[in-house]
Structures are given as structure tokens and as C-alpha cells.
């Protein structure tokens, strides 16, 4: 992870580090996990999740490969979401929230104290289930609100990013020509798609998705399932999704969720995607999947 103190340019690409210094490589998406250490862009050591004195998820070994999509399944109350925010440390805005374990990006722990939560977000994007766009801003400036936050820039760079953002959102053509006008003006699906520009303009390492089309028409589901396929080029991916038939169609691996009675989500199976659907290892999974529970 890049020292707080070390600002670099708005409008590129952040680098984090790993504890030896030098950057992990990124490996290429595939059918299926691999023990590369670069291929590895985020890991999670022994995570137990909690608030207060409930542990909302226990024990949880899993890593993250670049270049890839990661599904995270599991019936209601199972310690999805909540593993989600973990990784880039949206739950702390929760009171009494706290982990035990670790979370490394490209080997840095992102809950070492010298870590900046906010600039952390920079790294690790995240875009929530209903698309909130900032209400008072055009669409223009709610995709450079990051990239100002995080430095001064300039006004053509600022242009560029805009228009970089958008093209890799899918969104360009569509808003090219009203770029003054409010975020809040365009449809779900496309309001949902700004976020995820606003998401990328600050150049991110991996993009957190909590549900990101449960809330849109099958038109607006099947353009942003497209978008995550392209963005998959150049991003880690994690997205939570209760849909088994989307998690089938975007995902390399999967991860599945489920609780045990003292209702502390708890990883069951992670494994690719196919695997997890036609050949799980574990009878829970098989029953998840196949619609006998959840």
C-alpha cells in the first residue's frame, strides 16, 4: 500500500505495494484458481467479523485473483455483505464494528494502522446495491468526485478521465451530450453504471460489488452483467449476488456463504465457478445450488 504521505498524480493509476516494496503482477482470469503468488490480488487470513460482542462471520481463508470474478453466494443473514465491506473497510462506518485476521492487497495488510481507510478506497472501489449517485451533482462531476477528493487535477485531465470513465461504464454514448445534466436525471440501470464510472475514474485495484443489479429491470441486469465481462480485463472483481443463474454467467470462482447456529456466516466452499454448480465438494453447497434450501 502506498505511505499516506505519498501523493501521487490525480487521474492515474494508484500502486499499491506489497510488503517487499515492489508491486504484484497481475495474473490473467481463468477457469480456475491457481497458488501463483502474483496472481494473487487479494487474500484473506483467519477474518472473523464483528459488532460488538456478535460475530458475524468466523474464520474465513480465501483469496482473490486479479483479473477475474468473483461470486459470493449464500442464503439471507449469511455474512455476505458483511465480508464484502471488510475488504476495504467500508463496515468500520458501522459503530463497534471490528476485525480479528487479515486482509493483504498484493500483500500489503490493509488494516495496518498506518493505513488510511479513505485512501484505501481509492484502491479497492465499491458500488452499493442501489445506485447512489451524489443528488446534487451533474453527471460530470459525479465521475471526477473521487479523482478531486484524492488531488488536484486539471481541467482536460479531468475531461479525459470523464471520458475514459464513462466509454469503460458503457455509459459514453449515451450521456456524451448531457454531461451538465443531474446524475440523478438518467435511469436506474443507467444511474447505476454512472457509479461504476465514478468507481473506476480513480483507477482502482479491485471493484466491490454488493448486489449491483437487484434493483434494475432484466435490460438494465443484462448491460451491467455485460460491463462486468469487459471490466474483468483489467479489474478483481467481487461481487455478492443472490441470483445462482447470474453468479453462473459472470463469475470465474465463487465463494459460498452459509451460517451456523449461532447465526456467524462461516465459508463453506470456494472454488471455480463451474465446479461449484456441477461437481461441489461439500453436500451444503450442492443443496444450495441446486435450490433445496436458501
Given at each position: 500500500m502506498i505511505p499516506d504521505t505519498q501523493?501521487?498524480?490525480a487521474g492515474t493509476?494508484?500502486?499499491p505495494v506489497g510488503t517487499s516494496g515492489t508491486r504484484a503482477a497481475p495474473g490473467a482470469a481463468g477457469d480456475g484458481p491457481t497458488t501463483a503468488a502474483a496472481d494473487i490480488k487479494v487474500e484473506v487470513r483467519d477474518l472473523d467479523v464483528y459488532y460488538g460482542t456478535f460475530r458475524a462471520v468466523k474464520g474465513v481463508n480465501a483469496s482473490i485473483r486479479a483479473r477475474s470474478v468473483t461470486a459470493i453466494i449464500g442464503p439471507s443473514g449469511c455474512g455476505k455483505s458483511t465480508f464484502l465491506r471488510t475488504l476495504n473497510r467500508m463496515h468500520e462506518l458501522t459503530p463497534?464494528?471490528?476485525?480479528d485476521g487479515k486482509v493483504?492487497?498484493?500483500?500489503?495488510?490493509?488494516?495496518?494502522?498506518?493505513?488510511?481507510p479513505v485512501r484505501l478506497r481509492r484502491y479497492i472501489g465499491m458500488v452499493f446495491q442501489r445506485p447512489n449517485p451524489f443528488p446534487t451533482m451533474s453527471i460530470y462531476d459525479n465521475v471526477v468526485a473521487g479523482v478531486k477528493l484524492v488531488g488536484r487535477a486539471g481541467r482536460s485531465e479531468l475531461d479525459e478521465t470523464v471520458e475514459r470513465s464513462l466509454k469503460r461504464a458503457a455509459l459514453w454514448d449515451e450521456v456524451k451530450d448531457?454531461?451538465?445534466?443531474?446524475?440523478?436525471?438518467?435511469?436506474?440501470?443507467?444511474?447505476q453504471r454512472l457509479c461504476i464510472a465514478r468507481a473506476i475514474a480513480v483507477e482502482p485495484e479491485v471493484i466491490l460489488m454488493d448486489e449491483p443489479a437487484s434493483a434494475l429491470d432484466p435490460v438494465a441486469t443484462l448491460r451491467i452483467e455485460e460491463l462486468i465481462a469487459q471490466l474483468r480485463e483489467n479489474y478483481a472483481i467481487v461481487i455478492v449476488t443472490h441470483n445462482m443463474q447470474q453468479a453462473g454467467r459472470v463469475s470465474d470462482e465463487t465463494a459460498f456463504f452459509s451460517m451456523d447456529e449461532d447465526r456467524a456466516g462461516y465459508l463453506v466452499e470456494f472454488g471455480p465457478t463451474r465446479e461449484i454448480f456441477t461437481n461441489p465438494?461439500?453436500?451444503?453447497?450442492?443443496?444450495?445450488?441446486?435450490g433445496r434450501f436458501g
Open positions: 501523493q501521487p498524480p493509476a494508484a500502486q463497534k464494528a471490528r476485525v493483504l492487497l498484493d500483500g500489503a495488510d490493509v488494516y495496518d494502522p498506518a493505513v488510511d448531457k454531461l451538465r445534466q443531474p446524475g440523478t436525471s438518467l435511469s436506474g440501470g443507467q444511474q465438494r461439500e453436500r451444503l453447497t450442492e443443496d444450495y445450488v441446486s
